[in-house]
T-cell receptor
Framework: KNQVEQSPQSLIILEGKNCTLQ??????????LRWYKQDTGRGPVSLTI?????NTKSNGRYTATLDADTKQSSLHITASQLSDSASYIC?????????????FGAGTRLAVHP | NAGVTQTPKFQVLKTGQSMTLQCAQD?????MYWYRQDPGMGLRLIYY???????DKGEVPNGYNVSRLNKREFSLRLESAAPSQTSVYFC??????????FGDGTRLSIL
């Protein structure tokens, strides 16, 4: 069964601190691994997309890693800001039925406090 | 540059009523998608359209229909709303390599 599991479900950190969010995926045939940021009341916004041959990708203070052998990914946020408060969604992509099907995790809700 | 625009933003329906959720994108993307997001769950694909003139069922299509009116517009219709369809609905578009751009959603409550 294709599935994506994220941990922790929620996290509170102080402004300026770093944090790492985890993702375990079972997606076959694997195509890509994505991280999205979803602000409250808004749609998801893409942060990074990695194929199986990539093991790290950065987008500003966000750095995603991918271990295709262990089927794990992480999202590291450096020097957090209040605006980083959001849900972060891990997504596995696979080719199925002629299109790139996306399997969404339930998300990690991050709160950054001053 | 609006991206993906969804209307309405909020809607309350009674069981059995029908309605159409509208979605339009201005990025000239070929592929468009409808998802639903329920508490504690990941987004689930309802229907998708790989290109103008084609539509296909996703993971949870029962109770819904779609129309790809043209390259820009992709609508989702609930013919007879049920409480189980209370959810947040997201439209998305992409170049064909998976959803890249999402709208801000329609929050639908069915009483």
């Amino acid at each position: 069964k294709n599935q994506v599991e994220q941990s922790p479900q929620s996290l509170i950190i102080l402004e300026g601190k770093n944090c790492t969010l985890q993702c375990n995926y079972t997606v076959s045939p694997f195509s890509n691994l994505r991280w999205y940021k979803q602000d409250t009341g808004r749609g998801p916004v893409s942060l990074t997309i990695m194929t199986f041959s990539e093991n790290t990708k950065s987008n500003g203070r966000y750095t995603a890693t991918l271990d295709a052998d262990t089927k794990q990914s992480s999202l590291h946020i450096t020097a957090s800001q209040l605006s980083d408060s959001a849900s972060y969604i891990c997504v596995g992509g696979l080719f199925s039925g002629g299109y790139n099907k996306l399997i969404f995790g339930a998300g990690t809700r991050l709160a950054v406090h001053p | 540059n609006a991206g993906v625009t969804q209307t309405p933003k909020f809607q309350v329906l009674k069981t059995g009523q029908s309605m159409t959720l509208q979605c339009a994108q201005d990025m000239n993307h070929n592929s468009m998608y409808w998802y639903r997001q329920d508490p504690g769950m990941g987004l689930r694909l309802i229907y998708y359209s790989a290109s103008e003139g084609t539509t296909d069922k996703g993971e949870v299509p029962n109770g819904y229909n779609v129309s790809r009116l043209n390259k820009r517009e992709f609508s989702l219709r609930l013919e007879s709303a049920a409480p189980s369809q209370t959810s947040v609905y997201f439209c998305a578009s992409s170049t064909g390599q998976g959803a890249d751009h999402f709208g801000d959603g329609t929050r639908l409550s069915i009483l």
